[in-house]
C-alpha cells in the first residue's frame, strides 16, 4: 500500500516536472471549499474570464497565459500547502487569497520561493509590515476603511454608537480601527461584542444591543449575518439605522434581508464596476454578464481580477517573468494605472495607494446610491 | 425585566428547532446506540427542498398559503425521510455489528458527503427562501414585540413533537420503537421486525429534522450549505443534555439550550455565548452524568 | 512471518528517509503533514484505540501546546524545540484538570464533554483569554526551531525533525503497548466491569492514559507551531478533531501500522483529490464510508495478543 503511494508520489514529481515552460503560468490560490467557498468560486470565474479574453488577444510575451487554481480550503493549514503546491508548478505570480489569515499563513512559503502574490481580500495591517518584497494587495488595508467608515459615522451625527464585530480577523481589526478614533472624537461607543457567525438568529444579539441605546449600529462582519441582522432588527420592530464594513456588501443582501429592510443601510466599500465610469469597467462588466448571467456579487473577486490585470501589465511592460524585476516595476513604475476598481499604484510595502473606499447607501428600491 | 421576557421567548424560539432536530439524534440513537453525524446534513438538505419545491411549484400561490405549506411540509417531509433511510442502508446497515466507533466514522463521511453534495447542486451561495410566503409582521404580547412568524415556528414545532410523543407512547408501533431501544434480542423474540422499527426510525427522524430545515427557511430566510453542521452540533449538545435516547430528553434538552444561549448572551457575554452553553452542559454532566432525564444504566456483571 | 514484516517496514523506511531527495517541496511538505497528523492519531490512538474512551476534542491539547509553544517563545524568545517538556506538561496538566470530574462519564456523555471542551477552548482563544492568545489574530512571528545552531526552515529540513519525533513516538508507545500498562488499559477497554473485578484501578488508569495521549499532543502542537510560525485559533478547530478520530479509527484502532496508515491516507487523499477542485471533499466523504464498510474494524485492526505457550525444554510452542 505504502509502496505503491510512494510510487505515485514519484510519478506525480515525474510528471511534474517533465511540462516544459511554454505557457505563462499565473497561480490563483482562492477559498473552493470551507466556509468562503462563494468568494473562492467567484474569483475563480473572474479570472478564468480574463485569462481567456488575454490569451484571445495574444497572451503574454507571445505565449498563452495559463490560469492555475489551488484552493485554499479558507483555512491556514490547507493554505501553506496550496501555497507549497502552487511555488513546484512553475507559477511566476499568485493571485490570492481572500481571509487575512489564511494569506499570512502563504506569505513566506510565497515569498522564499520569490513568487509575486498580490492579494486580493486580506485587510489586516501588519501582512504589509513585514518587508516582504513580492507581496501585494488590490484591497485597501482596515486602517485605510476605519478612517473612511469612522468620517463616515460622524456625518451622521450619532452620538451613541454600537459596534459589533463577529470574533475574525478582518472584523475584529476593523472595528478595533473605529471604536478608538470614535471615543477620540467624543462619540460614546455604548456596545462592543462579537457575535457567533454562521448562525441564524441573531435576536439575543440585538435585544442587548437595543438595551444600549445606540442611535447607530455598525457591523464589520459579514454580508449573510448583516442580512439577517437587518431583517430580524425589522421583525422585532427596531428603528436603528445600520452601518457596515465592506464585507457587508453583496448583491445578495438585498434577497437576504429583504427590500423593506435594507433600505437605510449605509456601508463603505471599494466601488464595484457598475459604479466606475470607465471602459476597462463597462466592458468587463458586459464581458462577465454575458458569460455567467450575472453581475459579479462581491467586490473582492472585482478586485482578484485587478491582481490579475496589474500582473499581466508588469509582465508585458518588463518584458520578463523575473519576480525581482515584476516588483521592482509595480513598486517604482506602475503608477496609477486604469483598473476596474479605480486607479492603482503601490507604496513601497506592496499597498495599494489611493482612495478606494466610497460610502453607500440602500434606497428603498434596494440599489444603492453613492453617497458624498 | 422586559429584556429578560425578551430574551427568554428568542430563546423559546431557537430552542423549538434545536428540540426538533434533536429528536432524529435521540430516537436513532435510542435504538442502534449511534451517533447519526448525518442527521444535520439531512436538515440542510430539507431547507433546500424546500426552497426548490416553493420555487417550482408555487403552491401557496396556487391553493392557498395555509394549505400549501402543509402540503410542502408533508413533500419536504417525506422526500427527506426516503433520503434518511437511504443513508441507513448504504452508509449504517453494513455496520451494524462491527465496534460501535466505525459506524460514527461512516456517518462523518455520510455527513461530508450530503453537506458537499448540497454544495455542488447549489452553489456555495447563501440561497433565499422567497418573500412574503409568512406574515412579517410582530404581535404585541404584554410590551413583547414577538413575530408572528416565530409563533408560528414555536406551535408547529411543538405540534409536531406532541404528535411523535403521542405515536411512541400510545401505538402499538411506538411500543415496538421502545421495545427495541430496550433490548434488541428482546424484542426480536417478542415477535418484533427489528429491520423495519430502525427502517421506521430513520425514515421518522429525518422527516422531523426535514421539516426544522424547512422552519429555519421560511422563518430567517436565508440558508446555506454548512447550517447542518451548526445546527446538528447544538441539537447533539440538547439531545445529551436532556438524556441521549429519551424522546422527552430531547425536547426539554433543546429548549433548556437555546434559554441558555439567549440568557448568556444577554447576561454574560455574547461572544462567549457557545462556550456558556457547553460549559453549563458539563456542570450538568457533572451532576447527572446521564443527562437530565436520562435513565442510569447498570453495567452488566 | 516476523521477519517478513520487519523487512517490508525497513524498505518503507529506508525509501521515507531518501525521499526529500525525490519529491519536490510541495509532497514533502505533503508527507511533513501526513508525519504530524501520524503522530496526534498515535496520540489519541491511545485513548480512544486502547482505553476506548471517547475523545472527539483532541485539537483542544494540541492547540494548549500551540499556544504554550507560541506564547512562551514571542515573549520570552524560549527556543521552540526546549519548549517541548513545557509544552507537553501544559496540555498533560490541562487534560488532567478537565479530566478528573468528567472521566467517569459512558461513552457518548464524554464524546460531548471532549467536544465541548475544545470549543470552549477555541471560543476562549479567540476572545483573547488572559490578553495573551492574540485573539482571532493568533500568535505570528514564531521562530524556527534550531538543531545545534542549524535553523530548520524549508519542508524538507522539517520532514527530518518531523520524522525522527515521529520514529520516537512509535517505538515508545510500542513498548508501551505490550508493558503492563498497555494490557491493562485494554483489558478496561474490553470489560471495564471485569476489569474493575480483576484490582486495575479503572479511573486511575483511564486518568492517566488521557493525559499521556493529551502531553504528546501537546508536543506535537509545538513542532506545528514551529513550522507554521502563526497559528490562530480556527486552525483548533472541531473539524481537526474530527479528522485525528476518523485517523485511529479508519487505520485501525488500537493498531500503530494501521494509525500510520490511516494518516497517510487522511491527509494524503485530500491531496491527490486537488484535481476535483471544489467536488474533492464530496469524494473524500463517500471514500470514509467506502472505506468503512469494507473494513469495518479498520484498515489495519490491532492483532490480538498470542502468548506463546510453556512447550518442553522452554521453548513456545505454536499458540
Redesign the interface.
Same mark, same amino acid.
Given at each position: 500500500m505504502k509502496k505503491t503511494l510512494f510510487f505515485l508520489l514519484a510519478c506525480c514529481f515525474l510528471t511534474g516536472m517533465a511540462h516544459a515552460q511554454d505557457t505563462v503560468k499565473i497561480g490563483l490560490m482562492a477559498p473552493l471549499t470551507g466556509s468562503f467557498a462563494s468568494e473562492g468560486a467567484e474569483m475563480k470565474q473572474v479570472l478564468e474570464l480574463l485569462a481567456a479574453d488575454l490569451n484571445a488577444k495574444g497572451g503574454l510575451l507571445g505565449k498563452k497565459v495559463e490560469l492555475i487554481v489551488d484552493d485554499d480550503g479558507s483555512d491556514a493549514r490547507t493554505a501553506a500547502l496550496a501555497a507549497q503546491r502552487l511555488t513546484t508548478k512553475g507559477v511566476v505570480a499568485v493571485i490570492g487569497t481572500y481571509g487575512s489569515s489564511v494569506t499570512e499563513a502563504s506569505q513566506t512559503i510565497f515569498n522564499e520561493a520569490r513568487i509575486v502574490q498580490i492579494a486580493n481580500g486580506s485587510t489586516a495591517i501588519r501582512l504589509s509590515e513585514k518587508n516582504l518584497k513580492y507581496f501585494f494587495r488590490t484591497c485597501p488595508r482596515d486602517d485605510e476603511q476605519g478612517k473612511v467608515a469612522v468620517d463616515a459615522i460622524v456625518k451622521t451625527k450619532a452620538k451613541k454608537v454600537a459596534i459589533l464585530h463577529d470574533n475574525s480577523t478582518y472584523a475584529k481589526g476593523l472595528a478595533d480601527e473605529v471604536k478608538a478614533p470614535l471615543e477620540k472624537k467624543g462619540i460614546k461607543v455604548v456596545f462592543f461584542d462579537a457575535l457567533t457567525p454562521k448562525q441564524s438568529d441573531y435576536t439575543a444579539v440585538l435585544t442587548k444591543m437595543k438595551g444600549a441605546g445606540p442611535e447607530l449600529v455598525f457591523f464589520t462582519g459579514y454580508y449573510s449575518e448583516a442580512g439577517l441582522l437587518l431583517k430580524q432588527a425589522k421583525q422585532m420592530n427596531w428603528k436603528v439605522p445600520f452601518m457596515g464594513g465592506d464585507a457587508t456588501y453583496n448583491t445578495d443582501l438585498v434577497k437576504l434581508a429583504g427590500k423593506e429592510a435594507v433600505t437605510g443601510f449605509s456601508f463603505v466599500m471599494p466601488p464595484l464596476p457598475k459604479y466606475l465610469p470607465s471602459k476597462q469597467a463597462k466592458a468587463f462588466l458586459a464581458a462577465f454578464k454575458k458569460k455567467y448571467g450575472s453581475e459579479p456579487s462581491s467586490p473582492y473577486s472585482v478586485l482578484a481580477g485587478d491582481g490579475f490585470r496589474v500582473v499581466a501589465a508588469a509582465i508585458a511592460q518588463a518584458k520578463t517573468t523575473d519576480a525581482d524585476k515584476l516588483a521592482g516595476y509595480l513598486k517604482t513604475q506602475f503608477k496609477d494605472k486604469d483598473a476596474l476598481t479605480g486607479t492603482i499604484s503601490f507604496n513601497a510595502k506592496g499597498d495599494r495607494v489611493g482612495d478606494v473606499y466610497r460610502y453607500f447607501k440602500f434606497d428603498s428600491r434596494g440599489e444603492i446610491a453613492l453617497q458624498k | 425585566m422586559e =429584556?429578560f421576557f425578551?430574551?427568554l421567548t428568542? *430563546?423559546l424560539?431557537?430552542g423549538s428547532i434545536y428540540a426538533l432536530i434533536a429528536l432524529g439524534y435521540t430516537m436513532v440513537?435510542g435504538v442502534l446506540k449511534l451517533?447519526n453525524f448525518a442527521h444535520g446534513d439531512l436538515f440542510t438538505i430539507g431547507a433546500y427542498l424546500g426552497m426548490t419545491l416553493l420555487a417550482s411549484f408555487a403552491l401557496h400561490e396556487t391553493i392557498g398559503p395555509f394549505l400549501g405549506l402543509v402540503v410542502l411540509a408533508l413533500m419536504v417531509m417525506g422526500l427527506v425521510a426516503v433520503l434518511g433511510a437511504i443513508v441507513e442502508r $448504504?452508509?449504517y446497515r453494513?455496520?451494524r =455489528?462491527?465496534?460501535?466507533?466505525?459506524? &460514527?466514522?461512516?456517518a462523518?463521511? /455520510?455527513?461530508?458527503?450530503?453537506?458537499?453534495?448540497v454544495?455542488?447542486i447549489y *452553489? #456555495?451561495?447563501?440561497q433565499?427562501y422567497p418573500?412574503g410566503l409568512v406574515p412579517?409582521t410582530?404581535v404585541d404580547l404584554f410590551g413583547l414585540?414577538v413575530?408572528v &412568524?416565530r409563533i408560528l415556528v414555536l406551535f408547529v414545532s411543538l405540534a409536531l413533537m406532541a404528535g411523535l410523543y403521542a405515536f411512541i407512547q400510545k401505538t402499538r408501533i411506538g411500543t415496538a420503537i421502545r421495545a427495541a431501544a430496550i433490548d434488541q434480542d428482546a424484542a426480536r423474540l417478542m415477535g418484533i421486525d427489528v429491520n423495519r422499527v430502525i427502517l421506521l426510525v430513520f425514515l421518522i427522524g429525518p422527516a422531523l429534522g426535514g421539516a426544522a430545515g424547512l422552519l429555519?427557511g421560511m422563518?430567517? *430566510?436565508?440558508i446555506?450549505f $454548512?447550517?447542518g453542521w451548526?445546527y446538528g452540533?447544538k441539537a447533539? $449538545?440538547a439531545a445529551?443534555l436532556g438524556g441521549?435516547g429519551n424522546i422527552p430528553g430531547a425536547m426539554l434538552g433543546g429548549i433548556l439550550l437555546g434559554v441558555i =444561549? /439567549?440568557l448568556g448572551?444577554?447576561y454574560i457575554?455574547?461572544?462567549?455565548?457557545? #462556550?456558556i452553553a457547553?460549559?453549563v452542559?458539563?456542570l450538568i454532566?457533572?451532576v447527572r452524568? $446521564? *443527562?437530565l432525564l436520562g435513565e442510569r444504566?447498570a453495567?452488566?456483571? | 512471518m516476523r521477519n517478513k514484516s520487519l523487512y517490508i517496514y525497513g524498505v518503507i523506511f529506508a525509501a521515507l528517509a531518501v525521499a526529500p531527495l525525490f519529491l519536490n517541496p510541495y509532497w514533502v511538505d505533503v508527507l511533513n503533514n501526513v508525519g504530524l497528523y501520524a503522530i496526534l492519531g498515535l496520540s489519541l490512538n491511545l485513548i480512544v484505540g486502547h482505553a476506548g474512551l471517547f475523545n472527539l476534542g483532541h485539537a483542544a491539547f494540541f492547540a494548549v501546546g500551540a499556544y504554550t509553544a507560541a506564547i512562551l517563545n514571542t515573549q520570552f524568545a524560549i527556543p521552540v524545540l526546549w519548549l517541548l517538556p513545557v509544552c507537553a506538561l501544559a496540555a498533560g496538566l490541562f487534560a488532567a484538570v478537565i479530566a478528573r470530574p468528567i472521566i467517569h462519564l459512558r461513552g457518548d456523555y464524554l464524546c460531548i464533554v471532549t467536544i465541548g471542551v475544545g470549543e470552549i477552548l477555541r471560543i476562549a482563544l479567540t476572545n483573547d483569554i488572559f490578553g495573551v492568545t492574540g485573539g482571532p489574530n493568533g500568535i505570528f512571528g514564531i521562530s524556527r526551531p534550531t538543531v545545534f545552531g542549524y535553523v530548520i526552515r524549508r519542508p524538507h529540513e522539517f520532514y527530518y525533525l518531523i520524522g525522527a519525533f515521529l520514529m520516537i513516538t512509535i517505538f515508545l508507545f510500542h513498548r508501551l503497548e505490550n508493558s503492563r500498562f498497555g494490557r491493562a488499559v485494554n483489558y478496561l477497554r474490553e470489560d471495564e466491569t471485569a476489569a474493575e473485578g480483576s484490582g486495575i484501578d479503572t479511573s486511575h488508569y483511564k486518568l492517566a492514559v488521557f493525559v499521556l495521549g493529551a502531553a504528546w499532543a501537546g508536543m506535537a502542537g509545538d513542532i506545528f507551531a514551529a513550522k507554521m510560525t502563526i497559528i490562530a485559533p480556527e486552525s483548533f478547530s472541531f473539524w481537526e478533531s474530527v479528522v485525528m478520530f476518523a485517523i485511529v479509527i479508519l487505520g485501525g484502532s488500537g493498531s500503530i501500522p494501521g494509525v500510520l496508515l490511516g494518516a497517510v491516507l487522511f491527509v494524503g487523499l485530500p491531496e491527490a483529490f486537488r484535481d476535483f477542485a471544489d467536488a474533492r471533499m464530496l469524494i473524500f466523504g463517500a471514500a470514509m464510508v467506502v472505506m468503512m464498510i469494507v473494513r469495518t474494524e479498520g484498515i489495519l485492526p490491532q492483532r490480538p495478543r498470542l502468548y506463546p505457550l510453556p512447550g518442553p525444554g522452554g521453548a513456545g510452542g505454536k499458540p
Open positions: - | =429584556e425578551q430574551q428568542n *430563546g424560539a431557537v440513537y451517533i $448504504t452508509a453494513p455496520l =455489528e462491527s465496534p460501535r466507533l466505525s459506524a &460514527v466514522v461512516s462523518l463521511g /455520510a455527513s461530508i458527503f450530503l453537506q458537499n453534495a454544495m455542488l *452553489g #456555495a451561495r447563501f433565499v418573500e412579517e410582530s414585540y413575530p &412568524v429555519v422563518q430567517y *430566510g436565508q446555506n $454548512t447550517m451548526t452540533m447533539f $449538545t445529551i441521549i =444561549e /439567549a448572551s444577554a457575554s455574547i461572544a462567549w455565548k457557545d #462556550a457547553f460549559f452542559l458539563i454532566l457533572i452524568p $446521564t *443527562g444504566v453495567d452488566k456483571i | -
